[in-house]
């Protein structure tokens, strides 16, 4: 009877971190695609993931299938963080322009512009405009070399295009708030917000300057997006 209660026990003890370890890893592996695609676009190859997570290619497939899957992944998370700061701006600040600028601050900070997922920005055009998805984009870096480059190899599932449409959404009230108050230019759109955190968010090795270079440079392009008295 003794040998049976001391086999279970073993395999009760081997069990529980092997879980903790399956959980570990695929927290390892986002913040690594994060960073990875954060760099050089969504275009970057599994192995860099894999190498970044300090796991196994092997290891990232066995959790996300395909590239396309953990691209989702990222992407979508991104989408409902960017929503959720659009919400924040919008139910924390009375003055209209205070909130679009502390959403376009908050999202360029976090670095939500180098991983803006490529269906919103195509969402966000062809809402505004009644452009195709072939039409010129602003969208994500796929070289290290912080060339901003059409980016096609993602297509957009039913949920992703759902996730778009409701940041665009929250998004749009900021715009037409601040239009409605007449600090922001008559001209700008859903489209050029998006621009903004796109653009605003530089890649640099070092944190110090990344973080000055990315302030200074929304400093300017909010100053580009407030209107001025005739």
């Known amino acids: ?10 395999d009760n003890t081997r069990t529980t971190p092997l879980r903790v370890d399956a959980q570990r890893n695929l927290e390892h592996v986002l913040r690594a695609a994060r960073e990875v695609f954060g760099e050089l676009g969504y275009g970057a190859p599994m192995e860099d993931v894999a190498r970044r997570a300090r796991v196994g290619v092997g290891t990232v497939y066995r959790r996300f299938p395909s590239k396309d899957v953990l691209v989702r992944r990222i992407a979508e998370e991104e989408t409902s963080r960017l929503t959720d700061q659009a919400r924040a701006a919008l139910g924390q600040e009375d003055e209209p322009w205070s909130a679009l600028s502390r959403f376009l601050r908050t ?11 490529p269906q919103v920005l195509r969402v966000g055009v062809a809402e505004e405009h009644g452009l195709s998805d072939h039409a010129r984009l602003p969208q994500q870096r796929t070289q290290p070399t912080g060339e901003l480059r059409l980016v096609s190899e993602v297509s957009a599932a039913p949920g992703d295009d759902a996730g778009a449409a409701e940041l665009l959404e929250v998004v749009g009230q900021l715009v037409d708030r601040a239009r409605a108050a007449g600090e922001l230019r008559p001209d700008v759109s859903v489209s050029d917000v998006l621009l903004v955190i796109a653009t605003a968010a530089p890649s640099l090795p070092d944190a110090a300057q990344q973080a000055a270079a990315s302030a200074r440079l929304l400093d300017i392009l909010l100053e580009g997006l407030r209107s001025r008295p005739a």
């Not at 009877?1 to 073993?10: D, L, N, Q, Y």
């Open 1 to 10: 009877m003794s040998a049976p209660t001391g086999s279970g026990r073993t």
């Open 107 to 117: 999202s360029v900070a976090s670095g939500a512009g180098r991983l803006l997922p």
